[in-house]
């Protein structure tokens, strides 16, 4: 980092949310934090992503106090039942079939923290999606094209989404990983400003 701007860590591991902030224009460190990220249990899918991204975030604080960290969790939710990675090919093959021609909620937790200050805020942002009707052939050359296993759902917005995805309402860049409108304005309170115009 340059100038007295301070530090910035992204507390993730998802190339997906690297790009959307180098998008934005933000300059940031990439620390992974070493937790597992729990995928629902008792939790209801708010709770589920609110305690994943505060686990990542406080884990990669605890390292780095004198830092701004930003940690985010995304997990879906289809007829009451939350929705995480899948553990293999098969089990992201049967995730798109349950989701063709549905709407599902994808949420998406921000957690942002300078632990020497003592300073934190956290928030959950909501998009509904609505898949197209997937035939058997159009799931099977989707997988092929993409990594279904880091990605909750099994899919991704930004990697050929048009192709299963007729409609998101609410954030886009929410559905990716990381609701830019509003971890902008965030993080912006926290004295953390994109270096350049997108």
């Known amino acids: 980092m340059s100038g007295d701007r301070p530090r910035?860590?992204?507390?993730?591991?998802?190339?997906?949310?690297?790009?959307l902030l180098v998008n934005a224009g933000f300059e940031f460190e990439v620390v992974a934090p070493a937790v597992a990220e729990i995928s629902a249990g008792a939790f209801t899918l708010c709770e589920a992503t609110a305690w994943n991204a505060l686990r990542k975030g406080q884990n990669v604080a605890r390292a780095y106090p004198e830092a701004i960290v930003l940690a985010a969790a995304t997990l879906e939710e289809f007829d009451g039942e939350v929705i995480g990675?899948?553990?293999?090919?098969?089990?992201?093959?049967?995730?798109?079939?349950?989701?063709?021609?549905?709407?599902?909620?994808?949420a998406s937790s921000v957690f942002i923290v300078h632990l020497r200050?003592?300073?934190?805020?956290?928030?959950?942002?909501?998009?509904?999606?609505?898949?197209?009707k997937l035939s058997a052939?159009?799931?099977?050359?989707?997988?092929?094209?993409?990594?279904?296993?880091?990605?909750?759902?099994?899919?991704?917005?930004?990697?050929d989404g048009d192709a299963i995805i007729q409609n998101i309402r609410g954030s886009r860049s929410n559905v990716i990983g990381l609701p830019m409108e509003k971890t902008r304005a965030a993080l912006a309170r926290f004295g953390i400003r994109a270096s350049h115009a997108p």
Do not use: C, M, W
């Not at 591991?13 to 790009?19: F, L, N, T, V």
């Open 117 to 132: 200050r003592g300073r934190a805020e956290n928030f959950t942002i909501l998009s509904q999606v609505v898949f197209k």
């Open 137 to 159: 052939r159009l799931i099977e050359e989707y997988l092929s094209r993409i990594d279904p296993l880091d990605k909750a759902g099994a899919y991704a917005a930004q990697a």
């Open 85 to 106: 990675k899948p553990a293999d090919r098969a089990a992201a093959a049967r995730i798109l079939r349950r989701l063709s021609a549905q709407t599902h909620v994808v």
């Open 8 to 19: 910035l860590i992204l507390a993730s591991s998802s190339p997906r949310r690297r790009q």
